[in-house]
């Protein structure tokens, strides 16, 4: 089997995509389960790259349900599951549903006894290579403040004590980055192990649930953490999925910095840009002159975060800062950015709007704490 050692994750490889939710339902809840996945999935039916789903019900527990369904590829599936008609799609199941877990996996082997296929036919829309990972899961938030609150949420953001990291035997909170562009916030995350696990034990912790509480009156879209359904709303609205995520093959240079950079995307085009940046990512970590060192790419809708690990200051490379070094690269990222949105309009062929564009794409970090053995 090929093993891919540099990208341990990527929606961007073309495989098909298996989707795996798991459910524990409420005693008695059954039927109003059912009526909820019938409208679920006569929704989900239509949604393109969509293949086909199954409702099982354990042979054991009759209260634990498992909804699998297959996708062409993971951006069709990361566009719908981050949409707000998804978030009013699956309301419904929230009455019933006590406790969920989803799980995503790209297809690399199938097998069917007696089926002949030409080698190309047998190998399409599968994963090329196994990807060889950190054993981290990387995800991120994004939410927007009241405008004028921006320096008074960063106080609050930067001064709270960190939650304890070790989450269990086998999870521990790696890493937490944050990062403010005007009034938007930006969490990544870095976990060991249960990714879902550590997002659970860190939200339950009195330090975070006291900043969280803080933070409450600024935020643009109001919720309620007492409420189980406005909290659930509000961080399915706020999830910022990683969508690649690619290290150099070589060690790790002393001296590395972390930045975010905002790519705010025309509408409509936020997937694309994300994979643009993820081929220029790729590409720079075969490049032993590029100061980046690793590359996380976040998206969500029209909102693309990039995460670089760097040498050196941004300023002294700015079309590898960016991601896009190589031929033709600086109009791409022209064609698929709302300059207008993050202040920079016209040709990125001129040092000037270069150096503007990164100098408002690079996010004001707000506080980085690593745990003590990571």
């Known amino acids: 089997m090929t093993m891919s050692g ?3 994750q990527s929606a961007f490889d073309g495989s098909r995509l298996r989707v795996i939710l798991l459910l524990d339902l409420y005693e008695g809840a059954q039927e109003q389960f059912l009526d909820a996945y019938e409208h679920m999935r006569n929704k989900v039916a239509s949604v393109p790259g969509h293949i086909s789903d199954q409702l099982c019900q354990s042979i054991e527990n009759p209260s634990q349900w498992l909804i699998t369904s297959e996708w062409e590829s993971a951006p069709p599936f990361l566009a719908w599951v981050n949409s707000e008609e998804h978030v009013e799609t699956v309301r419904p199941m929230h009455n019933c549903v006590r406790d969920t877990r989803s799980m995503r996996y790209s297809i690399l082997r199938e097998t069917h006894p007696g089926r002949q296929a030409a ?10 290579a196994a990807r060889v990972g950190d054993g981290v899961a990387r995800h991120a938030l994004t939410f927007t403040v009241k405008p004028g609150s921006e320096s008074k949420v960063a106080e609050l953001l930067a001064g709270y004590q960190s ?8 999870t521990r909170l ?8 005007g009034n938007r916030v930006v969490r990544a995350v870095e976990v060991e192990g249960d990714l879902l696990a550590a997002l659970r034990h860190v939200a339950r912790q009195p330090e975070i649930r006291a900043v969280e509480e803080a933070i409450n009156p600024y935020l643009e879209q109001d919720r309620d953490l007492t409420d189980p359904d406005s909290a659930r709303v509000f961080f399915t609205r706020a999830a910022l999925p990683a969508v690649h995520h690619v290290v150099a093959g070589r060690p790790e240079p002393s001296g590395v910095r972390r930045h975010a950079l905002y790519y705010p995307a025309v509408e409509g085009r936020g997937m694309e840009l994300a994979r643009f940046l993820a081929h220029q990512d790729e590409a720079a ?15 969500r809708d029209d909102i693309v975060v990039r995460l ?5 200051e941004l300023d002294l490379d700015p079309l590898a800062a960016l991601g896009i070094k190589g031929a033709g690269k600086a109009a791409e990222l ?5 300059g207008a949105a993050i202040g920079v309009e016209g040709s990125l062929d001129s040092e000037r709007n270069l150096n503007r564009l ?17």
Do not use: C, N, W, Y
């Open 285 to 299: 970590a075969d490049d032993p002159d590029s100061p980046v060192h690793a590359s996380t790419v976040f998206q």
């Open 308 to 312: 670089v690990d760097v040498t050196g």
């Open 119 to 128: 080698p190309e036919a047998a190998t399409a829309g599968l994963q090329s």
């Open 334 to 338: 022209e064609r698929l950015l709302d």
């Open 6 to 8: 540099r990208i341990s």
């Open 163 to 170: 939650p304890k990291a070790q989450v269990d035997d086998t």
């Open 358 to 374: 990164l100098a408002h794409a690079d996010m004001l970090p707000v506080t980085d704490r690593s745990s003590a053995d990571s």
């Open 174 to 181: 790696r890493r937490t980055s944050l990062f403010m562009h």
